[in-house]
């Protein structure tokens, strides 16, 4: 195939902030096109969707919240009908809803499927049942890419997926954008003195509590700042108060301006109980700043197995506290720590990288064996 090729993406929705969300935007900004056209397709519309730089004018709305619906069966065969009318050579799917509706449609309308696997899969992400039906998907599918190799394993394990047909393929961060720089606390509103900070879906899963929790461990004098937002925000801020730390504290919320406060972080952290590949890890390593995570998914993979942060095992209060403050006390190690990770992320963790090894491997499933 010496044409460009013609790649089709279908995810429930698209919005700037989240994770994979954000990572399908660096994709469309470095393909070559002259070598692949991406193509765009949400199960649903959102109020900031129209107004992001997305590939080929707007993406095809394909009006499903619900897939065993009426709108479901219609938004299969609008999908199969999209694929024939851009002539797509491949089609990629994301999220649980998508790798349902995507394979169905592109195996309706002759296209190879791709299916992304960006998670662990079992417990928190998919129940038993659900892991039943991606199994039966995965009789359809052409090839698979998981973002880490722990999530490679897990899909192996979990899925029975043939370890020849799946691609890792990690997550990318723009490292300018992300990159060390001068830091202005009074920008949000942060207390002077040492700052460890988290930015971070305010979920159980995420372990925030694990942080607020060895926080209260740590000197009165060390403060954290959380940016992010959830349902679990009430009883976080509770727990705060029960411990003590609430006055050493800052809630933060959604933060737009994520580069200009991670400068701002003397260290941070990710406390998770469970992960894929975390793009706030790779936010972190490209800021400079010096990291401390939990042992989970693709994130010792991310920190060079230790090379570039201190691991901790996930759930563990007083582990956390003694990673934290074992760099606080040690500022070479958390500065060699830190270039270490920002030579990491120019190294292996560009969007320029990704997207040429995305389009070397939609190539191979499009042309076949």
């Not at 270490?340 to 190294?347: F, N």
């Amino acid at each position: 195939m010496t044409r460009p090729l013609r790649a089709g993406f279908v995810i429930d929705t698209l919005a700037p902030g989240a994770g994979t969300e954000n990572q399908l935007l660096l994709l469309f900004s470095r393909f070559d096109r002259a070598r692949l056209i991406p193509h765009l397709a949400c199960l649903f519309d959102n109020p900031e969707l129209s107004a992001l730089p997305l590939p080929g004018g707007p993406p095809e709305i394909l009006n499903v919240r619900k897939l065993a619906s009426p709108a479901g069966w219609r938004g299969a065969r609008r999908l199969r009908e999209w694929c024939r009318e851009r002539r797509l050579d491949v089609l990629v799917t994301f999220f649980r809803d998508a790798n349902l509706l995507g394979t169905l449609a592109g195996r309706w309308a002759g296209v190879p499927v791709v299916s992304s696997r960006r998670n662990l899969g079992r417990g928190y992400w998919h129940t038993g049942w659900e892991l039943a039906k991606l199994r039966l998907l995965d009789r359809m599918t052409a090839g698979f890419v998981a973002n880490a190799e722990a999530i490679r394993d897990s899909t192996i394990e979990a899925e029975g997926v043939d370890p020849g047909r799946i691609r890792v393929i990690p997550n990318a961060v723009d490292a300018i954008r992300f990159r060390p720089g001068p830091a202005d606390r009074r920008r949000f509103s942060l207390s002077p003195g040492p700052l460890i900070g988290c930015v971070s879906n305010l979920r159980p899963i995420k372990g925030i509590d694990v942080l607020i929790r060895a926080v209260s461990l740590l000197p009165r004098d060390i403060r954290l700042a959380v940016a992010g937002d959830g349902g679990e925000r009430g009883k976080l801020e509770a727990l705060a108060r029960e411990l003590g730390v609430a006055e050493r504290t800052h809630w933060l919320g959604p933060v737009r301006e994520v580069p200009e406060l991670l400068r701002c972080f003397d260290l941070a952290v990710l406390p998770s109980r469970g992960e894929g590949f975390p793009n706030a890890v790779l936010e972190y390593l490209a800021t400079g700043v010096p990291v401390v995570a939990t042992a989970v998914g693709g994130v010792p993979e991310a920190l060079d197995r230790g090379g570039c942060g201190v691991l901790v095992p996930p759930g563990d209060p007083r582990a956390l506290a003694a990673g934290v403050a074992g760099l606080l006390d040690d500022p070479p190690r958390g500065a060699a720590l830190a270039r270490a990770g920002r030579k990491r992320v120019e190294a292996i963790y560009t969007p320029e990288t990704a997207a040429k090894r995305w389009e070397e491997y939609l190539r191979s499933v499009a042309e076949g064996p």
